[in-house]
């Protein structure tokens, strides 16, 4: 049989190459970027247009390309960086592979310009799917400039799976945080679109936090300084009440080079452990430098965990180095032991016998009626007739594969028990004040009410803020809510959509939203839930390609407003919900798509009775 073995022509392999080198714009910043620090950049300009699928440039004033280098760098296996396999143990440097620029000129129209101190010329390279197209001298300041245009322009299926803008920006902010973090005497300044999204000139480490967190950070934070034999630890961690829903201020740098440990940040947490609650994560900046002998870097070039020669002994010293700098900073609770009780107690109270306290409840209160109920959409009607809203909504479900659902007649189950309750008989209970049970002609429907209330909610504000019928509410009082820039830059992209959705700004400025009005039904105490949520969500659950704004903003909203578990409901409350839920076009599941209910045919109920 002939040999059929044949080596890949180059840009076939570099064009596979390059997807595991850049998988999204993010990762064409981050090598980038860490190649201007290699060539020992002073400043470093980041230029984005669209998210980085339209250009990426980024220019530096390092030392530059000699004409051959410049040729020489798009090779595959081109580096300066390192000479022999020893090198990998001494690593000083961010890139040592030699693969970026081959694999981003692989698959993206790059154009390198660049000019060492000791000539007086440049060099211009044009190339384009590994070819090059042009190289000519050309007059350019001293450093790099590289430009990176229709990034994955020959591999259309990398192209569409790329995500929206607003999260192909998170992924770079990320990765322009990391690197700014890293190297705060570098100056970095970051546009999008033409705008001017950060300008970090050279400084000090907490000044660059705060530059880039934002001006109320420095107030939070408490340094953390540790010298061992193994590590130096250097940085800052934030006050526990300044803990945060989401884990997007949590940095550890090892040699300058951002890593991601789960083990170490448990140190971390454990350190915290009894200071925040159990949902909030503490932020944190710290750098470890370590002998770099005592770190395995040799793994996938994206990755960024590496291996620590001795984790249990850094695992140990990172969480006493935080505990000491929590306790010496008087952030952790005080016990005062020396203190007379009785000092403490007023005077009156002192020889008082000890009473329970009074429970007291509203049994009226009904959440579903007046303004705190907030399923009716944000559709004002003085006395909500919840039915006439789900009218359209309720007549679709018939076909749905609910409809086998029948309720007992009420008639039927109204003899056995009193009716407490005059206006209506009951036919739900609350089970643990986290399900709502009823009863069936098949048998018992449990409905997990935070869920259903989501599923009530999401269909209502979908429907509102697409017919743009949303009802706004003005605020008494303006309400100034602040945020760092990438949170800002998160929000921007869906203004239209929290406009859409019944939310009014005076501004939105770079570090701070003020809002006017918000949707009717929201109270004042849950506006920095939604926002919250919302940031957390896009952060967290990074959407879909084809993701809606308007549908995230719909469920985003729908979590921080429903009902949580836990939560006491009035028997009209329950009833209503069960009602409401059953006349959504999709009842049985969440907007996350979680089931909402469950059913237990009486069928099953009689064989435990055997
Ligand atoms: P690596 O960084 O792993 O060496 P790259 O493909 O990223 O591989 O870069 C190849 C080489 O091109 C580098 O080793 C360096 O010599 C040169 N180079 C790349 N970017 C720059 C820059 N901004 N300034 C100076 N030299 C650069
Ligand atoms: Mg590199």
């Known amino acids: 049989m002939a040999d059929i073995i044949q080596l890949l022509p180059d840009h076939v392999a570099n064009q596979i190459a390059a997807g595991e080198v850049v998988q999204r714009p993010a990762s064409v910043v981050k090598e980038l970027v860490e190649n201007a620090i290699d060539a020992d950049a002073t400043s470093i300009k980041l230029i984005i247009k669209d998210a980085g699928k339209t250009q990426i440039q980024v220019i530096d004033d390092g030392k530059g390309m000699s004409d ?9 296996h081109a580096t300066s960086k390192i000479k022999s396999a020893e090198d990998l143990f001494q690593l ?48 350019t300041p001293k450093g790099t400039s590289i430009s990176v245009k229709n990034l994955f322009f020959n591999i259309p299926a990398r192209r569409n799976f790329l995500k929206s803008n607003t999260v192909e920006l998170r992924h770079i902010i990320d990765e322009f945080h990391r690197v700014a973090l890293a190297h705060p005497t570098i100056e970095f300044i970051m546009y999008h679109n033409g705008g001017e999204l950060f300008n970090l000139p050279k400084t000090n480490y907490r000044q660059r936090i705060v530059n880039i967190f934002g001006s109320k950070t420095n107030e939070k934070l408490v340094p953390v300084e540790e010298t061992t034999e193994i590590v130096t630890i250097s940085g800052f961690v934030a006050k526990p009440e300044y803990s945060r829903k989401t884990k997007t201020e949590q940095f550890f740098f090892v040699n300058n080079r951002f890593i991601k440990s789960a083990y170490l940040n448990h140190a971390v947490n454990a350190a915290f452990d009894g200071l925040i609650k159990d949902t909030y994560h503490p932020s944190y900046f710290l750098n470890l430098q370590v002998n770099p002998e005592s770190i395995d870097i040799n793994i996938h070039p994206t990755k960024t965990e590496i291996k620590f020669e001795d984790e249990h002994t850094l695992y140990a010293i990172i969480r006493s180095a935080v505990k000491h700098s929590l306790g010496q900073f008087n952030v952790a609770p005080v016990l005062d ?31 579903f009626k007046e303004s705190s109920f907030k399923s009716q959409g944000f559709q004002k009607s003085p006395q909500p007739h919840w039915e006439s809203l789900y009218v359209e909504t309720a007549t679709d479900s018939n076909d749905d594969n609910f409809s086998n659902i029948e309720f007992e007649s009420k008639a039927e189950n109204s003899v056995l028990f009193d009716d407490q309750h005059k206006e209506k008989k009951q036919s739900t ?27 009530i909610l999401y269909e209502s504000l979908l429907k509102s803020m697409t017919v743009k019928t949303a009802v706004t509410q003005q605020l008494l009082f303006q309400l100034k809510l602040n945020f760092s820039k990438s949170d800002m830059e998160i929000l921007k992209e869906l203004q239209t959509e929290l406009e859409q959705a019944g939310f009014v700004f005076a501004s939105f400025e770079s570090e701070y939203l003020e809002i006017t009005g918000v949707p009717f039904n929201v109270s004042d105490s849950e506006i920095t839930i939604i926002f919250e949520q919302l940031i957390s969500d896009i952060e967290n659950d990074v959407p879909e390609a084809n993701f809606s704004a308007t549908d995230l903003l719909a469920k985003s909203m729908a979590k921080s407003l429903a009902v949580k578990r836990g939560q006491y409901l009035t028997i009209a409350e329950q009833d209503h919900m069960v009602n409401s839920l059953f006349a959504c076009k999709e009842p049985s599941v969440s907007p996350s798509n979680k089931a909402t209910f469950i059913t237990i045919g009486t069928d099953k109920i009689d064989r435990k009775f055997i």
């Open 337 to 367: 032991f020396e203190s007379d009780q009785n000092l403490n107690t007023p005077y009156n109270y002192k020889d008082k016998a000890a009473s329970a306290p009074g429970i007291q409840v509203d049994r009226n209160y009904n959440p």
């Open 92 to 139: 000083q440097t961010k890139g040592f592979r030699g693969e970026a620029l081959a694999s981003i000129a692989a698959i993206a129209h790059v154009e390198l310009k660049t000019k060492p101190d000791y000539q007086d010329l440049g060099t211009a390279i044009v190339i384009e799917g590994s070819q090059v197209k042009s190289q000519e001298v050309v007059v």
């Open 429 to 455: 209970f609350q089970l643990q004040q986290k399900y709502i049970v009823s009863t069936l002609k098949s048998g018992l429907l449990i409905i997990d009410q935070y869920r259903a209330h989501q599923r």
């Open 68 to 76: 051959t280098d410049a040729r020489m760098s798009f090779e595959r």
